[in-house]
């Protein structure tokens, strides 16, 4: 079992950055990848990056694609999600996820097996 707790989320300015942090408590083996998820007011949960716990390979959405990158700390057992380059359209609750196997560029919500409690990001223009 992995409880994941997702925090950073806060009001920034459009062109300004944020780092979110998700940590993760339970034991997160080299096969779990983990991801991040967003949903904003009136629209369906979307994919915006993964990274696979073992080697790092990530994947994005191409949405956030050049301003987003997702890094871990494996000693924290932790993973991050730095945001450049904050758009309005990026405004949402963040969530984190965890997903027991490793992934290959999927981007289903369905393909993860747990999920932090999302962190709001407002980006005001």
């Known amino acids: 079992q992995v409880q994941l707790v997702a925090s950073g989320g806060r009001l920034v300015q459009a062109g300004g950055s944020l780092r979110l942090s998700c940590a993760a408590s339970?034991?997160?083996?080299?096969?779990?990848?983990m991801g991040w998820f967003r949903q904003a007011p009136g629209k369906e949960r979307e994919f915006v990056a993964a990274?696979?716990?073992?080697?790092?390979?990530?994947w994005y959405a191409d949405s956030v694609k050049g301003r987003f990158t997702a890094s871990r700390d494996n000693a924290k057992n932790t993973v991050y999600l730095q945001m450049n380059s904050l758009k309005p359209e990026d405004t949402a609750v963040y969530y984190c996820?965890?997903?027991?196997?490793?992934?290959?560029?999927?981007?289903?919500?369905?393909?993860?097996?747990?999920w932090g409690q999302g962190t709001q990001v407002t980006v005001s223009s």
């Open positions: 996820a965890a997903a027991q196997r490793t992934l290959y560029g999927n981007s289903r919500y369905n393909d993860y097996d747990y």
């Open positions: 339970g034991r997160v083996s080299n096969t779990y990848t």
């Open positions: 990274i696979r716990w073992g080697d790092q390979i990530t």
